[in-house]
């Protein structure tokens, strides 16, 4: 009988890394996720299955044992395990609930940027405020870099996690990487 | 770059991340069928496109998503407010015509 041989998924920017004095730009690590959508009734049953209340003020997220809640819309979720093999009972604990949770964990993928110039390359393509008082730490938000559509999400003063669909973090990477040759 | 206030993130947010979805305040018919082909075009197709404050749906497409309600200035493309969908036109003081423009 013939081996079969299955193909490993793979994080797009798997071993690239810039970095200069001023920036690094890096794959973040493989994640499942999830997109939720729930309404407000559903709210208090969802706690159960994240271990978590889920943030309801615009722009806010909350992270606990390796899972993270980041707002996007007054109805709209996006999770982010970061472990990739934890999706599954996550999806079952979740269905148990009225919402849609869709994983989503292949469409998506994150590039982490770092670095005391992090704010300013992202100013290249974002045309978001980015300053600490408009985007502090924990801080998250759908929008546009360039010409694409991200996720952005503030780790802490220096850091972003700028989470993407797969088929544009190239666009992305080279973007990011042209913006960071003039910092530093 | 225009900004713009959107009623759910309740933040001002860059105007590239917004699309216009034309006149607000517009009520579907509760039976199409029964409209004459004149009464249709009046609902689907004639918009009053006033010179002045024009009361306008929009959507925070590339953020939270959410479809919202504006009053904005034709002449000067200036948002006089923004509000949720569903709620009320509001009577904000500032909303006059501009000078010249024609009712």
């Known amino acids: 009988m013939a081996k079969i041989k299955m193909a490993k998924a793979r994080p797009p920017h798997e071993g690239r890394r810039f970095a200069n004095s001023a920036i690094s730009i890096e794959q973040a690590l493989p994640a499942s996720r999830i997109s939720l959508r729930a309404g407000s009734n559903e709210l208090a049953e969802l706690t159960k299955p994240l271990g978590f209340k889920l943030p309801s003020k615009p722009g806010t997220s909350k992270t606990k044992s390796g899972l993270s809640a980041l707002w996007l819309g007054p109805d709209e979720w ?3 395990n970061n472990d990739p093999q934890a999706i599954s009972k996550l999806m079952e604990n979740l269905d148990a609930v009225k919402c849609s949770n869709v994983d989503i964990s292949h469409r998506n993928t994150a590039i982490i940027i770092s670095g005391k110039a992090a704010e300013d390359v992202l100013n290249s ?49 080279t973007f990011l990487l042209d ?4 910092a530093g | 770059m225009l900004l713009i206030h959107c009623p759910y993130c309740e933040e001002e947010r860059p105007e590239v991340e ?35 404050v024009n009361y306008e749906r929009w959507r925070h497409i ?42």
């Open chain 1, 78 to 80: 996006l999770l982010i």
């Open chain 1, 179 to 182: 913006a960071s040759k003039d």
């Open chain 1, 125 to 173: 393509g974002c045309p978001r405020d980015l300053s600490l008082d408009a985007f502090p730490p924990g801080f998250c938000s759908r929008t546009l870099f360039g010409k694409i559509e991200i996720i952005l999400w503030r780790l802490s003063e220096n850091s972003f996690h700028i989470e993407v669909w797969r088929s544009y973090s190239e666009y992305l990477w």
């Open chain 2, 18 to 52: 917004f699309a216009g979805a034309g006149e607000a305040h517009i009520d579907r018919p509760k039976d199409m069928n029964a409209m004459s082909d004149a009464e249709f075009e009046k609902f689907f197709f004639i918009r009053d496109n006033p010179k002045g």
């Open chain 2, 62 to 103: 590339h953020g939270c998503g959410r479809f919202f309600n504006a009053a904005r200035d034709t002449v000067s493309d200036k948002f006089l407010t923004t509000y949720k969908s569903g709620e009320k036109k509001p009577e904000v003081a500032t909303q006059k015509p501009v000078q010249g423009a024609k009712k």
